[in-house]
């Protein structure tokens, strides 16, 4: 029987690289070709920062991993603007679907909402023992 250890060097990276692909190909019966990507925008009011958002590109999927505004800049459209910039992204990068993670029923879910995003899935007890909202938008 294998030994198992917590790591905390790069070997498990290493050993995934190198079957990585066979891994997939075996899980998704073809082969799969995973280029995956962080994309990194920042919303600038002069030479300030106000907000950011925060896109990963995977397996032709989009996934919005954050989006902050600086609480004295909301309401004035820029969350919007980072997302449709993600958007433009995800596009050129031929993504067919946006998701992100958020608290449900709270404000991140209805402002997703407004900005064309639906409720995939409820994860109970998801993040911190409260309930996530796993929202999506077709881009194609």
Not at 15 to 20: G, I, L, M, N, V
Not at 42 to 69: D, Q
Not at 87 to 92: F, G, K, Q, R, V
Not at 120 to 133: I, R, S, Y
Request: with cysteine; charged share 25%; glycine share 6%.
């Amino acid at each position: 029987m294998a030994e198992i250890v917590r790591v905390a060097d790069e070997r498990s990276d290493a050993f995934y690289r190198e079957h990585a692909r066979a891994a997939l190909k075996t899980a998704w019966a073809f082969t799969v070709v995973w280029h995956e990507q962080v994309v990194d925008l920042l919303a600038l009011e002069g030479e300030r920062t106000v907000g950011t958002a925060r896109l990963r590109i995977a397996a032709s999927l989009g996934h919005v991993e954050r989006i902050v505004v600086d609480p004295h800049f909301r309401r004035q459209g820029i969350g919007r603007a980072l997302l449709l910039e993600l958007d433009d992204i995800a596009n050129y990068y031929n993504c067919h679907k946006m998701t992100i993670g958020v608290l449900a029923g709270g404000e991140a879910e209805r402002f997703f909402e407004a900005c064309g995003y639906h409720r995939e899935a409820l994860l109970p007890q998801h993040d911190f023992k409260l309930d996530v909202a796993m929202l999506r938008k077709f881009l194609l």
